[in-house]
């Protein structure tokens, strides 16, 4: 080999490893910090995992061994910070030549579906097919107001046009408030953004407003590197390559599903599809582990699932109501939305049953909970009250016996004795993620029994109230001092599997878990467990609750007939002798039907007679000490309820991190939801 040949290679392995040495000296600079606008459903301090965007971001980091932190700010303000390089980067960003200007673009992900809103009881000649005609589409807008946020997203799309009367606002909340008052013509906004803040700042607005279809293209999301920073493009290299594993894993997808912005594919075959969408729980898995035997004895039809978790099934499921989407044929609802839904022609009433479906052999508690002027639009799958689930084999080596009917002060007093960090056992573990059915379900069960109440007969909210902060008070205690590490963190998911493997010592929770604690492939304790009624205070009015998931057909489906044979195979007698001969007894879903509580069933499930007795006990209709003008027990029954009672429960969850005294977040939550109410009337008119 000739020196030239040897110099070469030295010469090129020397810069090889500069190469390398710089960016490793560039990657290994403390994390990569990004500024971010809220953009709800993509990205959000309060959202699941702070949303789809900032998850991918994150993950996708992970991947190439890198730290990301993502700090919100105001949209104009994030996108100056990052502009002048005192972030690393801006999210999310559309592509375009201006944004090139300042910034270097990170590879594309899935983003939004730009389109415009309008009021639905204004009637515009808009031509959806001139989207591949943008002079043309541009044209018949010029006789309209549109309402654009200055700065953000939507701008660019509009500056094909100098014609265009756009009025620029400072956030697409103020984009649909001047849209519903009728002081713009139409709103640009991404479809999923417009109904996410209908559900969860401005619920009066639900169903009022139609989204445009097809106006302009789905538009990727990018991350915008600043140029200011020396290591811009190294860091933007090591994203790409993380994305790209994201994608050929198909994690990328898992994460989409996951935040229910992957949609459900329509089949390719003859067959109808019906599009179900699930709440990720035991007896909704249940269900669809079974579905099978339906698409067997139906072969015309073909079932599509998105299982969602909790708060995100409810974010879905109303947006798809808010603008009028029709995504599904069939939803898993509870009472709060089949009563609201319902008196809002949301649903499809369901009046006519064959005669083996025995309605009337459904509990009498629930079925009224699914009604609507006494008319059902939604059928039980299965129905649930609250109680008492505790380690037997903990109690006894305290000491300590649990009564039938214990109340706070013995709860607290049992999970000081058996709070066992050093072992990681705690002594309870309480709903602690916040949402109007999580943290809130159980902390307005026990505003109940300590004498407490939402409102007044006026509709006049009464939460910075003695009641009030002694729940919250106990609530923090219990907690704080005897629960799990960082207890804002756990949904009831969570804690079931933290209860199953022997890490909770307490649970007060949903009757429907006892299945699964019960269970030997599942349960870690399943003969260590004890069940009792739900704690109470001052009262025991209103201290269990009443709930019920049940299947209802959406007014918008185009497959009624189809859905309603689906939800009347899924909650019949045969549905649950089937479960019960397919997984056993125990996996039966509850509560919904008195020929459940047979002798079979009692023999096998030695729970089910407490079940039993705490559903047909509840009693809505009187679910405080004081009268109230709602009938619900651990929510109030009005549409603004899940939005404020969401807002609520931020509030409490800022409690358990510190973050606020309990004074302070009742203050706060009394505000809020008296600005609510007055926005949505109950100050003008009484219901």
Same mark, same amino acid.
């Given at each position: 080999?000739? %020196?030239?040949?040897?110099?070469?290679?030295?010469?090129?392995?020397?810069?090889?490893? %500069?190469?390398?040495?710089?960016?490793?000296?560039?990657?290994?600079?403390?994390?990569?910090?990004?500024?971010?606008?809220? =953009?709800?459903?993509?990205?959000?301090?309060? #959202?699941?995992?702070?949303? *789809?965007?900032?998850?991918?971001?994150?993950?996708?980091?992970?991947?190439?061994?890198?730290?990301?932190?993502?700090?919100?700010?105001?949209?104009?303000?994030? =996108?100056?910070?990052?502009?002048?390089?005192?972030?690393?980067?801006?999210?999310?960003?559309?592509?375009?030549?201006?944004?090139?200007?300042?910034?270097?673009?990170?590879?594309?992900?899935?983003?939004?579906?730009?389109?415009?809103?309008?009021?639905?009881?204004?009637?515009?000649?808009?031509?959806?097919?001139?989207?591949?005609?943008?002079?043309?589409?541009?044209?018949?807008?010029?006789?309209?107001?549109?309402?654009?946020?200055?700065?953000?997203?939507?701008?660019?799309?509009?500056?094909?046009?100098?014609?265009?009367?756009?009025?620029?606002?400072?956030?697409?909340?103020?984009?649909?408030?001047?849209?519903?008052?009728?002081?713009?013509?139409?709103?640009?906004?991404?479809?999923?953004?417009?109904?996410?803040?209908?559900?969860?700042?401005?619920?009066?607005?639900?169903?009022?407003?139609?989204?445009?279809?097809?106006?302009?293209?789905?538009?990727?999301?990018?991350?915008?590197?600043?140029?200011?920073?020396?290591?811009?493009?190294?860091?933007?290299?090591?994203?790409?390559?993380?994305?790209?594993?994201?994608?050929?894993?198909?994690?990328?997808?898992?994460?989409?599903?996951?935040?229910?912005?992957?949609?459900?594919?329509?089949?390719?075959?003859?067959?109808?599809?019906?599009?179900?969408?699930?709440? $990720?729980?035991?007896?909704?898995?249940?269900?669809?582990?079974?579905?099978?035997?339906?698409?067997?004895?139906?072969?015309?039809?073909?079932?599509?699932?998105?299982?969602?978790?909790?708060?995100?099934?409810?974010?879905?499921?109303?947006?798809?109501?808010?603008?009028?989407?029709?995504?599904?044929?069939?939803?898993?609802?509870?009472?709060?939305?089949?009563?609201?839904?319902?008196?809002?022609?949301?649903?499809? $009433?369901?009046?006519?049953?064959?005669?083996?479906?025995?309605?009337?052999?459904?509990?009498?508690? %629930?079925?009224?909970?699914?009604?609507?002027?006494?008319?059902?639009?939604?059928?039980?799958?299965?129905?649930?009250?609250?109680?008492? *689930?505790?380690?037997?084999?903990?109690?006894?080596?305290?000491?300590?016996?649990?009564?039938?009917?214990?109340?706070?002060?013995?709860?607290?007093?049992?999970? /000081?004795?058996?709070?066992?960090?050093?072992?990681?056992? *705690?002594?309870?573990?309480?709903?602690?993620? /916040?949402?109007?059915?999580?943290?809130?379900? #159980?902390?307005?069960?026990?505003?109940?029994?300590?004498?407490?109440?939402?409102?007044?007969?006026?509709?006049?909210?009464?939460?910075?109230?003695?009641?009030?902060?002694?729940?919250?008070?106990?609530?923090?205690?219990?907690?704080?001092?005897?629960?799990?590490?960082?207890?804002?963190?756990?949904?009831?998911?969570?804690?079931?599997?933290?209860?199953?493997?022997?890490?909770?010592?307490?649970?007060?929770?949903?009757?429907?878990?006892?299945?699964?604690?019960?269970?030997?492939?599942?349960?870690?304790?399943?003969?260590?467990?004890?069940?009792?009624?739900?704690?109470?205070?001052?009262?025991?009015?209103? $201290?269990?609750?009443?709930?019920?998931?049940?299947?209802?057909?959406?007014?918008?489906?185009? /497959?009624?007939?189809?859905?309603?044979?689906?939800?009347?195979?899924?909650?019949?007698?045969?549905?649950?002798?089937?479960?019960?001969?397919?997984?056993?007894?125990?996996?039966?879903?509850?509560?919904?039907?008195?020929?459940? *509580?047979?002798?079979?069933?009692?023999?096998?499930?030695?729970?089910?007679?407490?079940?039993?007795?705490?559903?047909?006990? $509840?009693?809505?209709?009187?679910?405080?000490?004081?009268?109230?003008?709602?009938?619900?027990?651990?929510?109030?029954?009005?549409?603004?309820?899940?939005?404020?009672?969401?807002?609520?429960?931020?509030?409490?969850?800022?409690?358990?991190?510190?973050?606020?005294?309990?004074?302070?977040?009742?203050?706060?939550?009394?505000?809020?939801?008296?600005?609510?109410?007055?926005?949505?009337?109950?100050?003008?008119?009484?219901?």
């Amino acid at each position: 080999m000739g %020196v030239t040949m040897i110099s070469r290679i030295i010469f090129g392995s020397l810069a090889v490893l %500069v190469c390398l040495n710089l960016t490793s000296r560039v990657l290994a600079a403390p994390k990569v910090v990004l500024a971010a606008a809220e =953009r709800r459903p993509y990205i959000g301090e309060t #959202l699941p995992n702070r949303g *789809y965007v900032h998850q991918i971001v994150k993950e996708a980091f992970e991947r190439e061994g890198l730290e990301v932190e993502i700090q919100f700010f105001p949209q104009a303000r994030a =996108r100056a910070i990052a502009r002048n390089g005192g972030v690393d980067g801006l999210l999310p960003v559309h592509g375009s030549s201006e944004m090139a200007q300042d910034f270097i673009l990170s590879a594309p992900f899935p983003g939004d579906q730009m389109g415009l809103l309008k009021r639905k009881d204004r009637h515009f000649d808009l031509q959806e097919h001139l989207v591949d005609q943008p002079a043309k589409l541009l044209e018949q807008l010029t006789p309209f107001r549109i309402g654009v946020v200055r700065g953000g997203l939507t701008a660019g799309l509009v500056d094909q046009s100098q014609h265009l009367q756009t009025e620029q606002v400072s956030s697409d909340v103020l984009n649909l408030e001047k849209l519903y008052r009728n002081r713009i013509d139409l709103a640009l906004m991404d479809k999923y953004t417009a109904a996410d803040l209908m559900v969860s700042q401005l619920p009066h607005m639900i169903g009022q407003l139609d989204f445009v279809q097809g106006i302009f293209a789905k538009a990727d999301f990018h991350i915008a590197f600043s140029k200011e920073r020396e290591r811009a493009t190294t860091v933007r290299d090591a994203f790409d390559r993380g994305l790209r594993q994201l994608i050929t894993e198909g994690r990328l997808q898992k994460i989409l599903a996951y935040h229910g912005l992957a949609g459900i594919q329509r089949s390719s075959t003859n067959k109808r599809t019906l599009r179900i969408g699930a709440v $990720a729980n035991p007896h909704l898995l249940t269900l669809k582990r079974m579905s099978p035997l339906f698409e067997q004895q139906n072969p015309d039809i073909e079932l599509q699932w998105l299982v969602l978790d909790e708060p995100i099934l409810r974010l879905r499921t109303q947006s798809d109501l808010a603008i009028s989407e029709g995504l599904f044929d069939v939803m898993a609802i509870g009472p709060y939305e089949a009563k609201n839904w319902a008196e809002r022609g949301w649903l499809t $009433a369901i009046d006519r049953f064959p005669a083996e479906y025995s309605v009337g052999d459904l509990i009498t508690p %629930v079925r009224q909970s699914l009604s609507f002027r006494d008319v059902l639009y939604a059928l039980p799958l299965y129905a649930e009250s609250s109680m008492t *689930y505790f380690r037997k084999d903990l109690f006894k080596k305290a000491g300590i016996q649990m009564p039938e009917s214990p109340s706070y002060v013995d709860i607290r007093d049992f999970a /000081a004795k058996i709070h066992d960090p050093e072992n990681r056992v *705690y002594g309870i573990c309480l709903r602690g993620n /916040a949402g109007w059915g999580a943290n809130m379900a #159980l902390v307005t069960t026990m505003v109940n029994t300590f004498g407490g109440r939402w409102f007044d007969l006026e509709w006049n909210p009464v939460l910075d109230t003695k009641p009030w902060h002694q729940a919250l008070s106990f609530y923090r205690e219990l907690l704080q001092q005897y629960g799990p590490p960082e207890p804002d963190k756990f949904d009831y998911n969570r804690i079931l599997e933290l209860f199953a493997e022997g890490r909770c010592g307490i649970w007060i929770d949903a009757t429907s878990f006892a299945e699964a604690l019960s269970d030997p492939l599942r349960s870690k304790v399943h003969d260590k467990l004890g069940w009792t009624n739900a704690p109470t205070a001052n009262t025991p009015i209103g $201290a269990r609750w009443l709930w019920a998931w049940g299947l209802s057909i959406p007014e918008s489906s185009k /497959a009624k007939e189809a859905s309603m044979r689906f939800i009347l195979w899924a909650t019949s007698r045969d549905y649950i002798q089937g479960v019960a001969q397919a997984e056993g007894q125990v996996a039966v879903p509850p509560g919904t039907r008195h020929s459940t *509580y047979a002798a079979a069933y009692h023999e096998a499930v030695p729970f089910g007679a407490s079940v039993y007795e705490a559903i047909n006990a $509840a009693n809505p209709a009187h679910p405080t000490l004081e009268p109230v003008p709602y009938q619900s027990i651990q929510y109030v029954d009005i549409p603004e309820f899940a939005s404020m009672g969401t807002r609520v429960g931020e509030k409490v969850k800022h409690v358990l991190k510190g973050e606020l005294s309990v004074e302070q977040a009742l203050q706060q939550s009394q505000v809020l939801v008296r600005e609510q109410m007055n926005i949505s009337g109950y100050r003008r008119h009484r219901r």
